[in-house]
Nanobody
Framework: QVQLVESGGGLVQAGGSLRLSCVAS????????MGWFPQAPGKEREFLSG????????YYADSVKGRFTISRVNALNTVYLHMNSLKPEDTANYYC???????????????WGQGTQVTASS
C-alpha cells in the first residue's frame, strides 16, 4: 500500500539539468529500495537507476552514468534523480517504483507513480 508521486519534469534545452522527485506514502519508506523507470514513446518502461533503502548502494544504466545521480532523504520520504547534461534521447515519462533490490527492476508489488514528463530538445 505505497503511493508514489513524481514531480520535477519539464522542457529543457539539450545540455540542461532537472531534478526529479518521488514522494512515497502509505508504508515505511525507509524499508524499500527505490528505482526510476523512464518510458519513451513507443517503448517499454526501462530500469534506469536504483538506490538501496539506506542510500548506501546505487545502480545506473550505462547511458546515464556520470550524468545522473540518484539520492534519497528518508525523513522526507523522497527519492531524487538529479539529471545533468540532458540529451534528446533522455526524453521520456519518468516513473518511480519500489524495488526488491536496488540493482534490479523486480518489485514487491506493481505500484507506480503518475510519472513526470522530461523533454530535452535539440
Amino acid at each position: 500500500q505505497v503511493q508514489l508521486v513524481e514531480s520535477g519534469g519539464g522542457l529543457v534545452q539539450a545540455g540542461g539539468s532537472l531534478r526529479l522527485s518521488c514522494v512515497a506514502s502509505g508504508r515505511t519508506f525507509r524499508n524499500y529500495a527505490m528505482g526510476w523507470f523512464p518510458q519513451a514513446p513507443g517503448k517499454e518502461r526501462e530500469f534506469l537507476s536504483g538506490i538501496s533503502w539506506s542510500g548506501d548502494s546505487t545502480y545506473y544504466a550505462d547511458s546515464v552514468k556520470g550524468r545522473f545521480t540518484i539520492s534519497r532523504v528518508n525523513a522526507l520520504n523522497t527519492v531524487y534523480l538529479h539529471m545533468n547534461s540532458l540529451k534528446p534521447e533522455d526524453t521520456a515519462n519518468y516513473y518511480c517504483r519500489t524495488l526488491r533490490t536496488y540493482d534490479r527492476s523486480a518489485s514487491f508489488s506493481d505500484t507506480w507513480g503518475q510519472g513526470t514528463q522530461v523533454t530535452a530538445s535539440s
